[in-house]
């Protein structure tokens, strides 16, 4: 077992603010508006030459007229977001990830590894901690943060030794009495020849029944992406949330379009998108998720540390009312809600 050193919670908004950002395409007005933002104040600095500046103007009044139309324009973007512009935002680069989480409100947290099969998954992440006052396992995809990384993590697309390691450390967490909470983030399980080799679809397979039957909480959230099944290779729970942003469903949009239309591109990732019903909005409406987390005005990427701050509260609540069941009636109640899943009535 060894800890894991992750970035604080400051250093997550210090992050996004200090990095070179990635500006999505309809998000290019808001990036013109905060580098004007940004050149008025770096002339006010002190430490900075004013040469260029015109002494006639109110910069203070004039930066709180711009951050006034920055946040009148945020608002109007991120009210109006389609399918496929919620899985662009869903994929940002800066958007917290399972890590990020972890060393914001993850206290002394402690990883273990391996599947005792075949080997370790980077992919999945598993650890014991304490969020808020409550001691848990937590499991979660990781995607990586830069290109080395990602590539070692296969983009968060888990390998079946991903799943039996969770599955092994779900099984322990029984074992000790405390609860699960599985932070769901990936496009899908991994597809290539030696995954299939290696039992890809038994390992979720296997997860999804033994999590239905799991003797202790579990709580899921969908903080990113929900590709097919491997999302729901962790994501068995008593309650399952997404946050406002992210998607959920049985197959990406490019898979979809793919199958559709013999080709994804511009023209048809978003039909797919829109096809599918994968936002949170979607599944809330549809019945295959539980609740919404609402993000910071902008999305996660922008204010990380507000996010995880929501996240976690979220957590706690589900917990703390979780933990009230008899181990008997919380079963009981977890098959009850898979089973109602997909039900619908014909007027």
């Not at 109110?58 to 919620?86: F, I």
């Not at 590894?113 to 979660?140: E, M, Q, T, Y």
Request: with cysteine; charged share 25%; net charge positive.
């Amino acid at each position: 077992m060894a800890k894991t050193a992750s970035p604080t919670l400051d250093q997550l908004d210090e992050e996004y603010a200090s990095s070179a950002k990635f500006v999505l395409e309809f998000e290019k007005p808001l990036a013109a508006l905060e580098q004007q933002i940004g050149e008025l104040e770096a002339q006010t600095d002190p430490g900075r030459s004013a040469v260029g500046l015109d002494p006639t103007l109110n910069v203070t009044s004039e930066v709180r007229k711009l951050r006034q139309s920055h946040t009148a324009m945020l608002k109007k973007l991120y009210g109006n977001l389609d399918a496929w512009k919620t899985v662009q935002v869903a994929r940002h680069p800066q958007r917290p990830q399972t890590v990020d989480y972890l060393s914001a409100f993850v206290k002394d947290f402690t990883e273990l590894r391996g599947d005792r099969h075949f080997g370790d998954d980077p992919a999945i992440v598993c650890g014991f901690g304490r969020i808020g006052p409550h001691k848990c396992l937590i499991v979660g995809h990781h995607k990586g943060k830069d290109t080395k990384e990602k590539i070692r993590c296969h983009f968060g697309c888990a390998h079946p030794e991903g799943y039996r390691k969770a599955l092994r450390c779900m099984k322990l967490a029984e074992k000790f009495g405390l609860p699960v909470v599985t932070l769901v983030d990936t496009q899908g399980a991994y597809p290539g020849i030696g995954a299939e080799e290696r039992g890809q679809a038994e390992a979720i397979a296997v997860n999804l029944r033994e999590m239905s039957r799991l003797k202790v909480p579990i709580v899921s959230v969908v903080i990113g992406e929900g590709g097919s099944g491997g999302a729901i290779g962790i994501g068995v729970a008593d309650r399952l949330a997404m946050l406002q942003y992210a998607w959920y469903s049985v197959i990406s949009p490019e898979g979809c379009a793919a199958i559709l239309w013999k080709e994804a591109n511009p023209q048809t990732n978003p039909k797919a998108a829109e096809s599918l019903r994968l936002t949170a909005k979607d599944n809330l409406e549809l019945g295959t998720i539980d609740a919404v987390i609402d993000e910071p005005l902008g999305g996660a990427h922008r204010r990380p540390a507000a996010m995880c701050d929501l996240l976690e509260k979220w957590i706690i609540q589900q917990l703390r009312e979780l933990k009230r069941f008899k181990t008997e009636n919380l079963v009981k109640k977890r098959y009850e809600r898979l089973r109602t899943l997909g039900r619908f009535a014909e007027g």
